[in-house]
């Protein structure tokens, strides 16, 4: 699906959260099949381009496979909050079965990123570089949220 | 199984947080098959006693019954915690296969509520008051949390 990228540098690859989420993936990866693949292949479901995303049909269940990702893009987020913070984030989702939802991080008393979801069918970027961005400004949001509410976060 | 409780005065049966709950499962009633039906025995499932509560097994994933009723009971917490404050509360609940999880309640970036659950398999109260007291409990937290940090709630 995404050889493209694959034989292309893969532009984006280096990103700090980029390389978050390569490690959580691997860290799924209990008996050691992504060992010699690349990190753009490990991670390669989570680029989906335009014509891909309009192609995918909204009308049913989410895939399980996709709200895996979705849980792991969050849970990505939530190590990048720690390392950036010094302090524990803890992800909680709550999806219908339509795609629709909504993930929430909370520091201690204080909720550092809400995002509602929609269409979680078609979750995924146009590339690496979107990637890391997406992740990274909700990083930036729950430093922000934390720097004006440390008292709530410390509770 | 709690023909006793509904032969005595229902003792508690007026605390309003038992009352809010009952607004709770009424309005799932879609049917009305509830509506003759007094409080004590719309929500007579929520009291189990300790003899009862022994005897149910956690060896296995916890009955969806038990599972709505907690929910409800949260929602109600919910409710009553928006007509003590004037301020929503939503619930998110996280819950394993094996009866352990967490349920927060948020309001705006605060969280109000957090409660750890285990051993789901069980839920329940002694008696009506014990389940009044139990939930107004929680709505005192998210009252005292919304006062000291009425910045974050409304943010």
């Known amino acids: 699906m995404t050889t493209a ?18 490690r959580i993936i691997r860290a799924e990866d209990s008996y050691g099949s992504w060992e010699k693949l690349p990190d753009a292949h490990v991670i390669k479901d989570y680029i989906v381009t335009r014509e891909q995303r309009r192609a995918i049909p909204i009308i049913e269940d989410p895939d399980p496979d996709v709200l895996w990702r979705v849980e792991k893009f969050y849970s990505a987020v939530a190590i990048a909050i720690e390392q950036a913070t010094g ?66 976060a410390d509770y």
Chains 1, 2 share one sequence.
């Open 5 to 22: 990228t694959l034989d292309a540098p893969a532009s984006g690859i280096d990103h700090p959260f980029v390389k978050a989420l390569v």
């Open 87 to 152: 302090k524990m984030a803890s992800p909680m989702m709550k999806m219908s079965h339509e795609g629709f939802g909504r993930v929430i991080l909370t520091t201690g008393r204080l909720v550092v990123v809400v995002k509602s979801l929609r269409d979680v069918h078609r979750f995924g970027f146009d590339d690496f570089q979107k990637l890391g961005e997406a992740g990274q400004k909700l990083v930036e949001e729950a430093k922000a949220m934390i720097a004006e509410f440390t008292a709530v």
